[in-house]
C-alpha cells in the first residue's frame, strides 16, 4: 500500500512539475519567440521628433539628429529610436515618397553606425470610421514601397509601426485595416517585424479588449501617459481638461493645485477629484499590470512606444518620479519601453540635449550613473 501510494505521490508531483513548466515557458511557435527576442531589444528607446513636425517647413530638408546627438542618447544608454513620420501630410503637400524614404535612409544609415535598432512609425494618419476603405490602401502604398525598399535586409535592426494611435474609433473597423495592412507588407516581406496598437489612440484599454491577429511576427505598442491629468497639464492642444496646472507626482495635498475653472465640467473637473487616488506609483502599476495580464493571455511581446511628461507646467522633481516610476515598473514587468521625445516639449533636459542640461534627478530617473559605471 504504500508503495503504491508513494508512486502515485510521484506521478502526482512529476504532473505537477511538468505542469508548472508549461505554464512558465510555453513552447511558442519560432517567429513569436523571434518577435519576443526583438522587442527585447528595442527596449530603453526614444522617440525622435523631426519627421512629423508638420509646422516646421524645413523638416525634409535639415538632419534629424547630428553626431553629437546621437553619441549622447548612447552615452545615456539608450538602445533604440522611433522615427514618426508624417506620411499623409507629406503626401497632401505632393511631396514623393522617395523624398521622405532619402531622409529616413539617413536616419537609417546613421543608427547603423552608432548601432541604434530603428523603428520607422506611420504618424499623423487620417483613418477614421468613415474613410477606412479609401485611406487603408494609402496606407499600404507607404508600406508597401518600404517593405520593398527594405525587403530581405536588417530584420532584427528595422522595424515597421504600422499606424500611429488610430483614433476614437470603431475597434473592429481598426483590426480590419491594421490586418489587411499587415497582409499587403506580408506579401513583399514576411520576415519585418510589426509594431501594432489599439484604437482610440494606442489604449491600454483597448488593447486590453483586442483580439492578437493571426500573424506570428507581431509586437503589440501601446502609449502610457497615465494619470493623463498629470501627464498633459497645461497642453493647449487638449483643451481645457488638462487646464489645471502644478499638479506634482505622485499627489500630495499641501502641493495639490485648486481646480482651474476652464475645467469645470470637463473631464478635467473629473479627473481632479480622481487625481488623490491615481497619482501614485500603485496606480500606474496597476494600469501597466491590465496590458500585461493581457500580453500573458495571448502570449505575445508588447511594447511601450510612448510615455512621458509634457515639460513646460510640471515641475522636475514630479517629472523625474514619474518617469523613475515608469521606467522601473515596465522593467519589472519585462515590457520594452520607448520614451517621449528627445528634443521638443517633452524632453529631458533643461534646453538643449546634453549632459550639462540633464537634471541630476533625470539621471537617476534613467540610472545613468550606474550605466556609465558598466562603461
Not at 66 to 92: M, N, T
Not at 231 to 243: E, I, K, L, S
Not at 297 to 302: F, L
Request: contains cysteine; proline residues 5%; glycine residues 4%.
Amino acid at each position: 500500500m504504500f508503495k503504491s501510494l508513494g508512486l502515485q505521490l510521484a506521478i502526482n508531483l512529476l504532473f505537477i512539475f511538468y505542469i508548472s513548466v508549461a505554464k512558465s515557458a510555453p513552447n511558442l511557435p519560432g517567429t513569436r519567440q523571434e518577435a519576443f527576442n526583438r522587442a527585447k531589444g528595442l527596449d530603453n528607446g526614444i522617440s525622435v521628433s523631426a519627421l512629423e513636425q508638420t509646422w516646421n517647413p524645413n523638416a525634409l530638408n535639415q538632419p534629424v539628429l547630428s553626431d553629437s546627438d546621437y553619441r549622447l542618447l548612447k552615452q545615456l544608454g539608450f538602445k533604440s529610436i522611433r522615427l514618426p513620420v508624417a506620411f499623409r501630410f507629406f503626401e497632401d503637400q505632393n511631396i514623393a515618397i522617395d523624398t521622405i524614404a532619402k531622409q529616413i535612409d539617413k536616419v537609417w544609415q546613421q543608427c547603423r553606425r552608432y548601432g541604434f535598432k530603428l523603428v520607422i512609425d506611420y504618424h499623423y494618419g487620417k483613418l477614421d470610421d468613415e474613410n477606412y476603405l479609401t485611406e487603408t490602401p494609402r496606407i499600404i502604398l507607404v508600406w508597401s514601397y518600404l517593405a520593398q525598399k527594405y525587403q530581405h535586409r536588417y530584420e532584427k535592426e528595422l522595424f515597421f509601426d504600422i499606424y500611429n494611435e488610430p483614433p476614437h474609433m470603431n475597434p473592429q473597423v481598426w483590426k480590419d485595416a491594421a490586418y489587411n495592412i499587415t497582409n499587403a507588407i506580408r506579401t513583399i516581406d514576411k520576415e519585418r517585424t510589426l509594431l501594432i496598437g489599439a484604437s482610440n489612440f494606442n489604449s491600454i484599454y483597448e488593447l486590453s479588449r483586442f483580439v492578437r491577429l493571426s500573424d506570428e511576427n507581431i509586437i503589440y505598442s501601446f502609449h502610457f501617459y497615465e494619470p493623463f491629468f498629470f501627464t498633459h497639464q497645461g497642453a493647449a492642444w487638449v483643451g481645457n481638461q488638462v487646464a489645471t496646472t502644478g499638479v506634482p507626482f505622485p499627489y500630495t495635498e499641501e502641493k495639490f493645485p485648486t481646480l482651474n475653472p476652464a475645467a469645470k465640467n470637463t473631464w478635467g473637473e473629473t479627473n481632479y477629484y480622481q487625481y488623490r487616488k491615481d497619482g501614485n506609483v500603485q496606480s500606474v502599476k496597476d494600469k501597466l499590470m491590465i496590458v500585461k495580464q493581457w500580453a500573458n493571455k495571448y502570449m505575445v511581446p508588447i511594447i511601450c512606444t510612448e510615455y512621458g511628461v509634457y515639460n513646460k507646467y510640471a515641475d522636475i522633481n514630479s517629472r523625474c518620479s514619474y518617469l523613475k516610476a515608469i521606467r522601473q515598473t515596465l522593467k519589472q514587468f519585462h515590457i520594452p519601453g520607448m520614451l517621449w521625445d528627445y528634443n521638443t516639449n517633452f524632453s529631458i533636459f533643461n534646453g538643449t540635449p546634453s549632459l550639462e542640461n540633464l537634471p541630476e534627478c533625470m539621471r537617476e530617473a534613467l540610472d545613468y550613473d550606474n550605466k556609465s559605471k558598466k562603461h
